[in-house]
């Protein structure tokens, strides 16, 4: 039985994993890469390297279970440009993304990344500051960040922290606060289910300017001061 949540701030999870270079992961490393965070049982990215087979892709997980089933999916037919990796985000991913050469990442999706709605939880949430800003490292200008989820709660946080960085546009002509559609290809599965029960969902593209990096002690400060100032959201209340 794979775990619904795993908490990724447990001493297990807080251990490094190294990840394998492109070089290792893909036939050919030299293809762009689009990276999926949290991509669970990885059908998503299983159909879109089917459909756009021109660049690699690179899903990471920390159910480690739904590793090993996304990756029998690949391995059984045969996809050399995908591979499926499990780590904390949180803490293995950072050196991964310092180490790619530079240009190779071409997008970074976060797709209804977190179960964890709770403000006491907030720390839990996949995307914190180092993270954020080691993908606005690896990201050439012009290449994407999509952020999507179905909980205001949980993207209201990742959109403050994208723009307080300072690193990303969204595209002029997309809407306010939110894009009205998905960039890409393929749907994800919660999507589906979301979309199948008539509900929202809340989504933003951004593209790496040319702004250099701000320090990381400074993003984090203001982010610790954000997570204090904000209020018990209404799952909070609805979950106690
Ligand atoms: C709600 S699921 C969504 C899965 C998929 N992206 C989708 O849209 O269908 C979020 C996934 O992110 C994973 N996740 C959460 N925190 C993570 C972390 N720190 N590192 C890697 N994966 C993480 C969870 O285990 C879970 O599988």
Known sequence: MVRQHVNPLSAFFQQPRPLAPPAELFADPARPIHLDIGCARGRFLLALAQEEPQ???????????????????????????????????NVS??????????????????????????????????LQPALLLAIAGALAEGRELFMQSDVLAVIEPMVALAEACSCFERPAEDA???????????????????????????RVLYRRNANPLPPL??????????????SDSPAEAANP
Do not use: M
Not at 218 to 229: C, D, G, I, V, Y
């Open 55 to 89: 660049r690699n892709y690179l899903g990471v997980e920390i159910r480690r279970a739904l590793v090993s089933a996304a990756e029998a999916d690949r391995q059984a037919l045969g996809l050399q440009h995908l591979h499926y990796l499990f780590c904390n985000a």
């Open 93 to 126: 991913l950072e050196g991964w993304l310092a180490a790619l050469p530079e240009g190779l990442l071409e997008r970074v999706s976060i797709q209804f990344p977190d179960p964890w709605f709770k403000k006491k939880h907030q720390k839990r949430r996949v």
């Open 176 to 202: 306010r606060p939110w894009r009205a559609d998905n960039p890409l290809a393929v749907p994800t599965e919660r999507e589906t289910y979301v979309l199948g029960q008539g509900l929202p969902v809340y």
């Open 217 to 230: 002690p400074e993003l984090a400060q203001w982010w610790q001061e954000r997570l204090q100032r904000s």
